[in-house]
Every structure is written in C-alpha cells, then in structure tokens.
C-alpha cells in the first residue's frame, strides 16, 4: 500500500462532503504510511459476516463502522473477545440496529492481546502548525491528560524524548513480566504521524487510540481523522 492510498481516501472524503473519515478509512491512511494497524474487513451483511469472522478467527471484535459516528463504545457499537459464529451474528445485528440511520458497516477485527495502552496523533495549531502528541491511552486518556507534544517535523531523539516526558513513562519498560515496549517502532510511527500531517495539510486532526502494545510491539487499534 503506497502514500498514493491516502490522497485518494482522503480526496473520496472531500468529494463526498464529508470532514471525518471512517475507522476504517483513517486506518487504511495510516497503514499507507506505514503504522502498523490491525487486520481488519469491511461487512454489509450477515453472511459476509460469517465468512470474515471465520477467516479472521477467533476471538475477534466487531466494531460499527460510519464516518457519522465517531464515539463507538458510547453508543454500544464495540463487541470484544466474540469467540463464535454465533456471537459474531447476535453483535452484527445488535450493531446494526445501533445504526440509527446512519450510514455504515460493520468492521470484524482481530482482537489483539496486551494490556498496556497508549495514545498518539496529531493537531494542526493555528499558531504553531501541525504538532505530535503522545502519552497514556485508553478511555481514561482525557482524564489522565499524561501526554507529550512535539513540533512536526520529528527527528527520531525528538520522538524518544516524548516517551520520557509522559509522568507514566515505566510502563514503557518489562512491567509484571510484560515485555518493554518496542521504543523505535513507537519514534517511527510518531515520526509517520508528524509526516503524514505534513504531506496532507487538509487534515486538521489525527487521533489514534487505542495503541496496544502487544509483547511489545505496538498496534492502532482504533484511529480517527478529521479534514478541514
């Protein structure tokens, strides 16, 4: 997957008038730029259901997919550790009725283990410009308020300085026996972030959260975008 892929999944957003790309979307943006994301497919109905869930395996999450709702877990559109066909089909139709109208789908994910998370994206300021934050994630991520903001563009002891500067930085390292996080995977995806914001001055914010450390190694597993 090249850089092209996000100018056109952003351009296709334009287009259509709309100023928030789906998870889906921001995630296929941010895999182009080579953040690593969750495996994940796109489904319409109950028999794609099936079919995806049995390829993913399981456990899995089944998550509402629309650019028109940006809070899943309010709502109750996320299902975690679904460990058959059968949950997968009873959260498919819960989610669905969830709808409420909007337009959407369903998006089957693998569901990744770890149980450190972390928070990163990116803001445009009207003063400084587009700027890269990182810190402790999850959904107590506004409540802690432990993050770090850098200028964009990032050199790589930029982006390690940022990990040092978050109050919670020791769950960085081999806590209860859980592997330290992979600090350079983590710099080169600030640094992607930080470059992605710079290439695509159309998007106003980048919100990628949670990131799941797993043995390690961190994925996004769910992402935000916003345009202007």
């Not at 709309?18 to 109905?45: C, H, M, W």
């Not at 109208?101 to 149980?115: D, F, K, T, Y």
């Not at 996080?181 to 930080?194: C, E, F, N, P």
Request: hydrophobic share 45%.
């Amino acid at each position: 997957m090249s850089e092209e892929t996000a100018v056109r999944i952003i351009a296709d957003a334009l287009g259509a008038g709309r100023k928030t790309l789906s998870e889906y979307d921001a995630k296929q943006v941010l895999a182009s730029y080579g953040i690593p994301v969750t495996r994940e497919f796109l489904v319409e109905n109950r028999n794609d259901m099936v079919k995806a869930a049995d390829r993913m395996g399981y456990p899995l999450v089944v998550k509402g997919c629309s650019p028109d709702i940006a809070h899943k877990t309010e709502k109750g559109m996320v299902r975690v550790d679904v460990r058959s066909r059968e949950e997968a089909l009873e959260a498919f139709d819960a989610i669905m009725a969830r709808m409420n109208g909007a337009s959407g789908r369903v998006l089957v994910q693998e569901m990744i283990q770890g149980r450190r998370e972390l928070v990163m994206g990116l803001t445009r300021d009207d003063q400084f410009g587009p700027c890269v934050m990182f810190g402790l994630g999850g959904i107590f991520t506004e409540i802690l308020k432990d993050v770090s903001f850098r200028r964009v563009p990032l050199e790589r002891q930029d982006a390690l300085g940022m990990m040092e500067e978050i109050k919670g930085h020791g769950i960085l390292g081999p806590v209860r026996g859980m592997e330290p996080a992979d600090k350079d995977k983590l710099a080169d995806m600030l640094i992607r972030v930080g470059r992605l914001g710079l290439e695509n001055r159309v998007i106003r914010e980048v919100d990628i959260n949670p990131i799941i450390l797993s043995r390690g190694a961190p994925v996004a597993v769910d992402a935000l975008i916003v345009l202007k």
